[in-house]
């Protein structure tokens, strides 16, 4: 049974440009979250995607989009990108309503750095 | 708001000994609680979990309870090994604001065989 997986696993960026990450949940899983993870810190929460709605976000600029298909595989789009937003994004999925229950499964990310 | 609060590492254990890592927090309600280890270049591996007040979370020798009174998780396991070390974070999940787990800063331990 494949676990959450995403791609690319490595990005070199160039300030300003467009990056978009992708990530397919767990199978069975309906909910997807994104974080991000800067180096030596814990990951902090961007937003939440269930039934192709943003469902939460957290404190993070409109320049990080995101976008969820029929299939609960998500995309999250980061625009303008600065030397700070270099981190490793994950994505997390979970089953709708019972995640409190069971968790969240998380991928192995996609580490991003901005020249 | 709420916050998750770990003890600063790294940790540096030799084989076989007792390992507590500290845990605490702050929420309004009765959130559900995590440990998460990171492995080297790797995402996040739910270590345990534990949904309400004096559950203990428990699995390949790790265990940790959930205590309302003292608001903390801490991590314990008897006997570490090498393959242990690793990064690990205490979260919770907020049931007010489902989906959003809120991540301490992660604490490494490293064993030393």
Known sequence: DAGVTQSPTHLIKTRGQQVTLRCSPKSGHDTVSWYQQALGQGPQFIFQYYEEEERQRGNFPDRFSGHQFPNYSSELNVNALLLGDSALYLCASSLGQASEVYGYTFGSGTRLTVV | ?113
């Open chain 2, 1 to 113: 708001g709420n916050s998750v609060t770990q003890m600063e590492g790294p940790v540096t254990l030799s084989e076989e000994a007792f390992l507590t890592i500290n845990c605490t927090y702050t929420a309004t309600g009765y959130p559900s609680l995590f440990w998460y280890v990171q492995y080297p270049g790797e995402g996040l591996q739910l270590l345990l979990k534990a949904t309400k007040a004096d559950d203990k979370g428990s699995n390949k020798g790790f265990e940790a309870t959930y205590r309302k009174e003292t608001t903390s998780f801490h991590l314990e396991k008897g006997s570490v090994q090498v393959s242990d070390s690793a990064v690990y974070f205490c979260a919770l999940s907020d049931r007010s604001n489902t989906g959003k787990l809120i991540f301490g800063q992660g604490t490494t331990l490293q064993v030393k065989p």
